[in-house]
Structure formats: structure tokens, C-alpha cells
């Protein structure tokens, strides 16, 4: 009897008691495509830096620019991170999910716990610590290289205009610190 009510070619186990159900494969065939053709590839990045490197300022930027509906806060309203921001800006066929980690050295113990969704990409915008901090170069380094695993590609580092000035400062321009150690002959000469 049920052999009569099945489709032709359609195995008995198929469909509920044998009987094919061509809506239910005409939707996942639809639904298929239409993921196909609109879906965004989603990458999460990662930004690490020190504290007031201007990683939450890069993030609402971001997201003022290439947000066609986010209404822009004002940059002087930003305040330091404590523990996150998470921001998401779509970029053509692409889906960028920000986290932005606050970089006050009390947080930068969380660098190395933090666990991303899927780790497909990941960017710093971190200079080199001991171009910042005289005194203690070992420390964010070591965790930054426990956070080195997230990155990527080399390529995705966006250092701002503040983070080049920092890491590479002019003679005239940024007095030196005074609990840095006194220079060496090679530094003077
Ligand atoms: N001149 C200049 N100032 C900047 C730039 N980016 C950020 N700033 C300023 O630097 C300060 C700190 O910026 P934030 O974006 O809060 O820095 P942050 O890295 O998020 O700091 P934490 O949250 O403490 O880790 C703010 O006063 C910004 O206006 C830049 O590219 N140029
Ligand atoms: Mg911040």
C-alpha cells in the first residue's frame, strides 16, 4: 500500500512513514541559497594595546565609518576600558567582530584568558613595551607573547598616529623620562 503513496526513486526510511515531503527539501534547497548568496564571513579581531593607545577610540571610529545607522559618540566621552568593548562593523561581504581589551595593567593579567568565539583573525595595535615603561619591559611582553597565538597575519597590525608617536618618539618632541636609567655611552653617542 505505501508503495503507492511514495514518490518515485525515494528510499522507504525517507520522509515520515516513507512519504516524501517536497516542501520541507525546497525550503532547505531556498534557505541554502539564500545563506549562500547573503551570508557575510564573520572574523573576530582582537585588540590589544597599552592603556590610552587609542584602541576604543579606533573602534568608534571604526564603527562611525563603516556603520551606515550608528549614531557617533562623541570621541571626549570616551573613558578607559574596564574589561571590554565589543564592537561589530560590516565591511563589504564581511563581518568584523571587534574585542577590545582595556589595556590598564591590571587588566592586561585577562589578555591571555580571553577566549574569542572562533579565532579566525586577530589584530593589535600594541607597540613595544619597553619603548613605554623604562622600568618594567619584562611583564606585558610576556603576556603579550601568550596573546601572540591570536594573530594571524602580520598584516592586520593598525598602529595609530598616538602608538607610532609612542613607540618611536622624536628628541624634541617627548622629554625623557626622569626614572629612566641614565643613558649609556652608546645612547649618547
Ligand atoms: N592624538 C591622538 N590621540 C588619540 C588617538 N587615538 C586616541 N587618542 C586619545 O588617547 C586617549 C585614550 O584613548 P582610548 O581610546 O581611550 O585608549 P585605550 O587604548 O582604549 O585605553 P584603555 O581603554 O585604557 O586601554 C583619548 O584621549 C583619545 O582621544 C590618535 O590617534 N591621536
Ligand atoms: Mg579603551
Redo the contacts with the bound molecule.
Sequence with gaps: MWEKARWPGLHPREGRGGVRRPGGRMYTLLSGLYKYMFRKDEYCVLIL??????????LEQSKTRFNKNYKAMS??K????VGLNIGTVDVGQARLMFW?????EE?QSLWDKVTMPSATASSTSSIPPTKRDWRSPSEPSRRWSRAKPWVASPSLCWP????LRLACPSPTSRRRSATAPPRSADETA
Design positions: 594595546g597599552l592603556d590610552n593607545a587609542g584602541k576604543t577610540t579606533f570621541f571626549s570616551i573613558t578607559t576600558t577590545d581589551l582595556g589595556g590598564q587588566l595609530t598616529s598616538r602608538m
